[in-house]
Nanobody
């Protein structure tokens, strides 16, 4: 499966942004999906994940309910709605696909396919 993330940009603190990740290739609906982010000088970290049918969602504790993940299998797309953005949310955001039947995995190594990343910059 090929993944392409888009929707990033420069926003102000408190704004909202929705990222999208479009998939092509093998059946999108068979994959659990994840969002990760990597800030400058830091390791890539887990943000959110969603099961193959969208029935289960997972989030990093640090997000405090500000982000919402969803997917539309008919459109081969997964979304990340980000609200109340903070400067510390500044990072390159990546979507990833996991072939495992176990959803919600939080480690980078569990995901076999990655998009190219989209930059989110939040100014104070």
């Amino acid at each position: 499966v090929q993944l392409q993330a888009f929707g990033g940009g420069l926003v102000q603190a408190g704004d909202s942004l929705r990222l999208s990740c479009a998939a092509s290739g093998r059946s999108f609906s068979s994959y659990a999906m994840g969002w990760f982010r990597q800030a400058p000088g830091k390791e890539r970290e887990f943000v959110s994940a969603i099961s193959w049918n969208g029935g289960s969602t997972y989030y990093a504790d640090s997000l405090q309910g500000r982000f919402t993940v969803s997917r539309d299998n008919a459109k081969n797309t997964v979304y990340l709605q980000m609200n109340s953005l903070k400067p510390e949310d500044t990072a390159v955001y990546y979507c990833a696909a996991d072939e495992s039947v176990v959803p919600g995995r939080r480690d980078v190594e569990s995901y076999e396919y990655w998009g190219q990343g989209t930059l989110v910059t939040v100014s104070s």
